[in-house]
């Protein structure tokens, strides 16, 4: 049973239109992660939330945003995707174990997106 | 600044034993994870170290030295679906995982 879900799988988008990526989750669990990955290279976090609390991190371009509406669903946006924004695109989940630290993250499958 | 530091890539021969270093300096430690990503797909959870010494799991092994900032991945009686990239990740003292470029490893008949 799929615990992390992200769609679409494959995504297909022209140079400079908005695309919305989406991850759910049936883990309740409080931490959500958006990533960037591009091919033999480590996975580069964008956004973390913790609950509702979005964490930008510093280096992020303006270009990605995201939102989190409730515990389950997490959505990435691109507002102008560029030929460098072609990527895997994985989310990711862990819950805060309350002082025993946060548990292993769990991945969806990932969104790649080809830009166009 | 924070690093991890692990082989680019390895080979091995199916049925042998391989053994993945990785060597790492974050700003605080809450424990080093090891997964396993084959070509295209996401990463998946192997183990988890937070304190010294060896964890096994299977046919995999995971070794931790805090001292020396440093963990192994050990494969053991090696199949061709082994065959992947192995991240090696830290949880830094925000609790935010730093990852490694990963170790492509090709396991050859």
């Known amino acids: 049973d799929a615990m992390v879900i992200q769609n679409p799988r494959y995504q297909v988008t022209q140079f400079g239109k908005p695309v919305t990526l989406s991850c759910s989750q049936t883990?309740?669990?409080?931490?959500m992660y958006w990533y960037q990955q591009k091919s033999s290279q480590a996975p580069k976090l964008l956004f973390h939330?913790?609950?509702?609390?979005?964490?930008n991190e510093a280096d992020t371009p303006d270009n990605f945003q995201s939102r989190r509406p409730n515990t389950s669903f997490c959505f990435l946006d691109i507002r102008s995707p560029g030929l460098g924004d072609a990527a895997m695109y994985l989310c990711?989940?862990?819950?805060?174990?309350?002082?025993?630290?946060?548990?292993?993250?769990?991945f969806g499958q990932g969104t790649r997106l080809t830009v166009v | 600044g924070q690093n991890i530091d692990q082989p680019t890539e390895m080979t091995a021969t199916e049925g042998a034993i391989v053994q993945i270093n990785c060597t790492y300096q974050?700003?605080?430690?809450?424990?080093l994870f090891w997964y396993q990503q084959h070509a295209g797909e996401a990463p998946t959870f192997l183990s988890y170290?937070?304190l010294d010494g060896l964890e096994e799991k299977g046919r995999f092994s995971s070794f931790l030295s805090r001292s020396k900032g440093y963990s192994y991945l050990l494969l053991k009686e090696l199949q061709m679906k082994d065959s992947a990239s192995y991240l090696c990740?830290?949880?830094?003292?925000?609790?935010?995982?730093?990852w490694g470029a990963g170790t492509k490893l090709i396991i050859k008949p």
């Open positions: 990711a989940t862990s819950r805060d174990g309350q002082g025993a630290g946060y548990t292993e993250a769990f």
């Open positions: 170290n937070v």
């Open positions: 974050t700003s605080g430690f809450n424990g």
């Open positions: 939330y913790y609950d509702k609390d979005f964490n």
């Open positions: 883990l309740n669990h409080n931490v």
């Open positions: 990740a830290c949880m830094d003292s925000n609790y935010q995982l730093i």
